[in-house]
């Protein structure tokens, strides 16, 4: 019998220049471009978001530290 598999949509991926991180991906992107980054609450929701699909797992990896830059789609917040 065949396999049949959909597109995941969730796939990321994240790049580093220095001590910027991009963060990039159709899901990713679309929470990031609903977030309010001036407010503390909705980054914070995106982290979690981020936590559950182990982009900020990733981040870690890739030697983020704290104050580091991080940006998904228009906007950014300090690691």
Aim: no cysteine.
């Amino acid at each position: 019998m065949p396999i049949l598999r959909l597109k995941d949509q969730s796939t990321w991926r994240v790049s580093r220049e220095g001590d910027v991180f991009t963060v990039s991906g159709n899901k990713i992107e679309r929470f990031a471009v609903r977030t309010d980054f001036t407010n503390e609450e909705g980054v914070r929701r995106l982290r979690v978001i981020m936590r559950k699909q182990g982009i900020m797992h990733e981040l870690a990896k890739q030697g983020a530290k704290h104050g580091n830059t991080v940006r998904i789609s228009s906007g950014s917040f300090e690691y």
